[in-house]
């Protein structure tokens, strides 16, 4: 039961340095998300897909893009990496019914120093 | 916009007691999904209770229930005989139909369980 996994695991980046954090979903789900999570912060949603071919920007969206490149695949892609994005950052996916819950990656600990 | 509070940034709780985390929403829809995740200490995020808001009866699961007053928005999330493991960050999620497929989570309770 592999369900959302997403990697790296850490990532230590220097400050304007690119980088993409993958993740991939095995449970045939139509939506998938990134979170990034700050202490006091709880998630706060960067970008989400609802379905293949459909990206839309959350609550926190700039300095990201994303990628939708399939229905299992869902990137997260810094450009030029800032210390303001140190974080954890999740992916997550659920079916489109609002009454399923998300299932979540186990989490990417990024520093940019 | 939807938004989910949870005021208690930190609770603790004796070894076998009970405690309630508490969450508030603001919403104008009717029917809606509330959700409580557990993130312990491995930051992997475990659904811990759903409740449905058209459904009056609480939600349980196991040592886990919910007090779901849906004309005060709130939504509160009872642990009963606390237990070592159950040590972690707790967060309320609210769902809708309208909002297509976004969640909204609150800032989170981190719980500390005292042996």
């Known amino acids: 039961n592999a369900g959302v996994t997403q990697t790296p695991k850490f990532q230590v980046l220097k400050t304007g340095q690119s980088m993409t954090l993958q993740c991939a979903q095995d449970?045939?789900?139509?939506?998938m998300y990134w979170y990034r999570q700050d202490p006091g912060m709880g998630l706060r949603l960067i970008y989400y897909?609802?379905?293949?071919?459909?990206?839309d920007k959350g609550e926190v969206p700039n300095g990201y893009n994303v990628s939708r490149l399939n229905k299992r695949e869902f990137s997260l892609r810094l450009e030029s990496a800032a210390p303001s994005q140190t974080s954890v950052y999740f992916c997550?996916?659920?079916?489109?019914?609002?009454?399923?819950?998300?299932?979540f990656g186990q989490g990417t600990r990024l520093t940019v120093v | 916009a939807q938004t989910v509070t949870q005021s208690q940034p930190e609770m603790s709780v004796q070894e076998a007691e009970t405690v309630t985390l508490s969450c508030t929403y603001d919403?104008?829809?009717?029917?809606?999904?509330l959700f409580w995740y557990k993130q312990p200490p491995s930051r992997q995020m475990i659904l811990v209770i759903r409740?449905?808001?058209?459904?009056?009866q609480n939600a349980t699961e196991n040592r886990f229930s919910v007090n779901f007053q849906k004309a005060a928005k709130s939504f509160s999330l009872k642990i009963s005989d606390s237990q070592l493991g159950d040590a972690a960050m707790y967060f309320c999620?609210?769902?809708?139909?309208?909002?297509?497929?976004?969640?909204?989570f609150g800032t989170g309770t981190s719980l500390t369980v005292i042996p």
């Open positions: 409740q449905e808001a058209y459904k009056q």
């Open positions: 999620a609210y769902r809708n139909s309208n909002t297509g497929n976004q969640f909204y």
């Open positions: 997550a996916s659920s079916d489109r019914a609002f009454n399923t819950e998300a299932f």
């Open positions: 449970m045939n789900h139509n939506s």
């Open positions: 897909s609802a379905s293949e071919g459909t990206t």
């Open positions: 919403t104008s829809e009717s029917d809606y999904y």
